[in-house]
């Protein structure tokens, strides 16, 4: 079966550290993914996504995820975090021959100024 | 310009009613897609529209759950003789047309308690 997952449900940074979100897929075949975001009391928001072509993917905010094949993952970076990147950030991947969309089960970023 | 919206943004209701969940996609937006968050998971897909008609209802857990959209805007998605089990997030999305590039826009979600 198709399926998304992340390796970290909690992470709690301080301001200016690195960030590195874990996401996996397993699922065969044409492969686009994406990294939502929810920042508290909003909506899900579109991070960044990959479809084809550079596997380094940059987004919004200073986020950036890279596409390995061998690996199969989509681990979402940023070189410095700020407090305003505090929110649950979700991977997704896009199924088959339909447009729904797989999510992992989200990591939850906390970041102390 | 305007969001997706979906109304109530929360609704408590006892267990075995029916309630209705609508769901007010971008204008233009042709796609149209419900999930169901629970809590500590990842959104799951229910069902997705293309126009008036549901593409693919594969996600939809059992008869209990029906969406229609009839005008290809707005959907309302149905759940009859309601379970605590079905109490979640249930949030819609919509997209500008049915390729696979295109970003999926999300709404607030309603939040559904079942007593």
């Known amino acids: 079966a198709q399926s998304v997952s992340q390796h970290n449900h909690h992470v709690i940074l301080s301001e200016a550290a690195s960030l590195e979100l874990g996401c996996n897929y397993s699922y065969g075949g044409t492969v686009n993914l994406f990294w939502y975001v929810q920042y508290p009391g909003q909506h899900l928001q579109l991070l960044l996504k990959?479809?084809?072509?550079?596997?380094l993917v940059k987004g919004i905010k200073g986020f950036e995820a890279e596409f390995i094949k061998s690996k199969f993952s989509f681990n979402l970076r940023k070189p410095s975090v700020q407090w305003s990147d505090t929110a649950e950030y979700f991977c997704a991947g896009l199924s088959g021959g339909y447009n729904k969309l797989i999510f992992g089960a989200g990591t939850r970023l906390a970041v102390h100024p | 310009g305007a969001g997706v919206s979906q109304t109530p943004s929360n609704k408590v209701t006892e267990k075995g009613k029916y309630v209705e969940l609508r769901c007010d996609p971008i204008s233009g937006h042709t796609a149209l897609y419900w999930y169901r968050q629970s809590l500590g998971q990842g959104p799951e897909f229910l069902i997705y529209?293309?126009?008036?008609?549901?593409?693919?209802d594969s996600g939809l857990p059992n008869d209990r759950f029906f969406a229609v959209r009839p005008e290809g805007s707005v959907s309302t998605l149905k759940i009859q003789r309601t379970e605590r089990g079905d109490s979640a997030v249930y949030l819609c999305a919509s997209s500008p047309g049915q390729a696979r590039a295109d970003t999926q826009y999300f709404g607030p979600g309603t939040r559904l308690t079942v007593l």
């Open positions: 990959y479809f084809s072509g550079d596997p």
């Open positions: 529209f293309q126009g008036t008609g549901a593409a693919d």
